[in-house]
């Protein structure tokens, strides 16, 4: 079953710093652009960041530059090196791609920062 899996989620103080994990399972990652999003309940999925498929990346404004996206083909994963977090960065954090023609989003994995 072709699925994307995040992990690397938890609860951390205001300015510490978290790496989020999106590893394909049946899923090549090399071969399209991978985005991460964040939703807080009861507000609309928002956009973070995303890589190329040649590794050129974007930012939102929101998290730029306190985040880094990079991808390993080698162990086809992305990562998500987020620093300087704040209780605003407070989300579950979903990673998506493109493959083979349909969009495959992960479970999710829930970042908390607080005191």
């Known amino acids: 079953q072709a699925q994307l899996v995040e992990s690397g989620g938890g609860l ?3 300015g510490g710093s978290l790496r989020l994990s999106c590893q394909g399972s ?3 990652l090399s071969t399209n652009g991978v ?3 964040r939703q807080v309940p009861g507000n609309q999925r ?3 960041a995303t890589v190329a498929s040649g590794g050129a990346t974007r930012y939102a404004d929101s998290v730029n530059p306190r985040f880094h996206i990079w991808r390993d083909n080698a162990m ?3 990562y998500l090196q987020m620093s300087s977090l704040q ?3 407070t989300a579950v954090y979903y990673c998506t791609t493109l493959f083979r023609g349909r969009t495959y989003w992960g479970q999710g994995t829930q970042v ?3 005191s």
């Open 12 to 14: 951390v103080q205001p």
């Open 26 to 28: 049946g899923i090549t």
């Open 35 to 37: 985005a991460w999003h």
């Open 46 to 48: 928002e956009w973070v």
């Open 76 to 78: 086809n994963t992305v």
């Open 87 to 89: 209780p605003q960065d």
């Open 112 to 114: 908390t920062v607080s």
